[in-house]
């Protein structure tokens, strides 16, 4: 008999003991790194993984695995590579558009369909990514895109409306083979490097600024020697290379071994954590790509800016981009960081924006900056030293914010916040440059500038509150679940009978109590 109440003791104590730790689960203060797909299920605990890394160590070449290092070289290239296409056509392509018969609002909208495309393929192959195999959709999106980038270079001997309908066909099937290799692209280091989630972005972010940089000016030399059709094969031909070697070098995934499932898109959209990190990826995309088609206008008739000096100030602009996103991907991977970096990033970049033109608040009203070249080069430079503050977080805000709804991690999420966040860059993406071009025609440059200065700092307001509202809405629950977890077990302890049979009876009570309290 004393051997059964002291079995059952042991068990009451279990519980209690688990109760306390899941109170001081949701009282302690948030770790540093929270580790993504350690959580082991009845499918995935059978997979051989070594992607894995501990979590006191960071991201490094020395200690990743094989698989780690080419998933992440693979990938790298692959950025470099579909972002030097991305920009290549910059120079040359509006007005060669417009020589063979398409208006300027239809080249436009040709720009405009890419990004309208890339959204819905983002959601799509985001949810079905496990579905369809992550490295089959890796490798067949890259190959669509080259394809689509080598027939889009025939379109030069086409004219007039079989000119326009063939780049539609095209820039509509091409954004699915972009959509398609970013987010499996994404899904694969966020499970190969699951505790420096927001490192690994922003180390890859140095190749996509590389493939910005290099993409114009290779595709104004190419087009110089070959004409129309050189820079695109030339790309293609590029991506298509990429894609073998990703065919042969990128290890087999673990969702290939895993049971093919999604995950509720709806249900992850309606997170009010993911909420906020979408309009974050719409906001970010914008400050990065309103510029482009504003800017150079704007120096060349103020200030008779040669285009070679124009082209410096954008390098310099993806240069200081590109190195410091690093940087701000590691602060990044510390959660209790993040609250800090996104505000004051937001912050520092609607300074920038005011100082780009420079904005008539700061030179008409203020008289604080002069009408000169060097406030938009100092703009320039503070905009992209603070945009990696709110741009590297977003993939760890929409994995925090499932998992604290109780999402289960697994390469199905991964996939899921991929392309959820890829589509919303690809709508920020459309509306930026959109925007920036109405704007101007009515404003001018400097009013433009001030407006999208504006747009960061009320989105900032938002993001503010929203913490409030969290950080008040957590402390209520917390302070609910202690007492009630707390007075529970004061009760079934003072409930607990001394001696005799009845103790053994009354604890296997208070040990189903426990539980259902639990469950």
């Not at 003991?17 to 948030?30: A, C, F, K, P, Y």
């Not at 695109?232 to 995934?253: E, H, M, R, W």
């Not at 482009?292 to 981009?321: C, N, R």
């Amino acid at each position: 008999m004393m051997k059964e109440n002291e079995k059952d003791d042991s068990e009451t104590s279990c519980l209690i003991g688990r109760q306390n730790r899941h109170v001081q689960l949701n009282t302690d203060g948030i770790p540093d790194v929270v580790t993504y797909g350690s959580v082991p299920d009845e499918h995935t605990a059978g997979v051989v993984d070594d992607t894995e890394t501990p979590k006191e160590e960071g991201f490094s070449c020395r200690k990743a695995s094989k698989r780690q290092l080419l998933s992440f070289v693979c990938i790298a290239l692959l950025n470099f590579a579909g972002f030097c296409y991305y920009s290549i056509i910059a120079p040359f392509f509006p007005d060669e558009a417009l020589r063979k018969g398409a208006s300027q609002t239809m080249v436009g909208w040709i720009f405009a369909c890419f990004a309208v495309v890339n959204f819905f393929g983002g959601l799509f192959f985001g949810k079905y990514i496990t579905t369809i195999g992550s490295r089959f959709m890796l490798i067949s999106g890259v190959f669509v895109a080259g394809s689509c980038s080598v027939l889009f270079g025939f379109l030069e001997y086409m004219e007039g409306t079989t000119f326009i309908v063939f780049c539609f066909a095209l820039r509509s099937i091409e954004p699915l083979g972009v959509a398609a290799f970013q987010t499996s692209g994404t899904a694969i280091l966020t499970h190969a490097f699951p505790n420096n989630v927001a490192t690994v972005m922003g180390t890859l972010e140095i190749f996509t600024g590389l493939g910005l940089m290099a993409g114009p000016p290779i595709g104004g030399v190419l087009y110089d020697l070959g004409g129309f059709k050189t820079p695109f094969i030339t790309a293609g031909v590029l991506l298509l290379l990429v894609c073998v070697l990703v065919t042969f070098l990128v290890p087999p995934q673990p969702d290939e071994e895993e049971e093919k499932k999604d995950v509720p898109l709806l249900f992850f959209l309606k997170l009010p954590g993911v909420i906020i990190a979408c309009g974050l990826a719409v906001v970010v995309a914008c400050v990065l790509d309103y510029i482009d088609p504003v800017l150079q206008p704007f120096l060349i008739k103020e200030f008779h800016t040669s285009p070679t000096h124009i082209g410096l100030i954008f390098l310099l602009w993806a240069a200081i981009y590109a190195i410091l996103a690093p940087g701000w991907g590691w602060l990044a991977d510390k959660r209790k960081w993040v609250r800090f970096m996104i505000p004051v990033g937001m912050l520092v970049t609607s300074v920038g924006t005011v100082i780009c033109g420079p904005s008539p608040l700061l030179s008409d009203y203020l008289h604080i900056l002069p009408k000169a070249l060097w406030p938009n080069i100092v703009g320039l430079v503070v905009i992209s030293t603070s945009c990696g503050a709110y741009m590297t977080p977003i993939v760890n805000v929409m994995l925090w914010s499932a998992s604290d709804a109780g999402m289960e991690n697994n390469f199905a999420l991964y996939g899921l916040v991929s392309g959820v966040m890829n589509a919303f860059f690809a709508i920020g993406d459309l509306l930026g440059p959109t925007i920036s071009s109405a704007l101007v025609d009515k404003f001018d440059f400097p009013w433009t500038s001030t407006a999208f200065g504006g747009l960061v700092l009320f989105y900032m307001l938002v993001i503010v509150v929203f913490y409030l509202w969290e950080d008040l809405c957590t402390s209520k629950r917390d302070n609910v679940t202690a007492t009630v977890v707390t007075s529970t077990t004061e009760e079934n302890q003072n409930q607990l009978p001394s001696t005799g049979e009845d103790n053994g009876k009354q604890l296997a009570t208070a040990d189903e109590d426990n539980k259902r309290l639990l469950v």
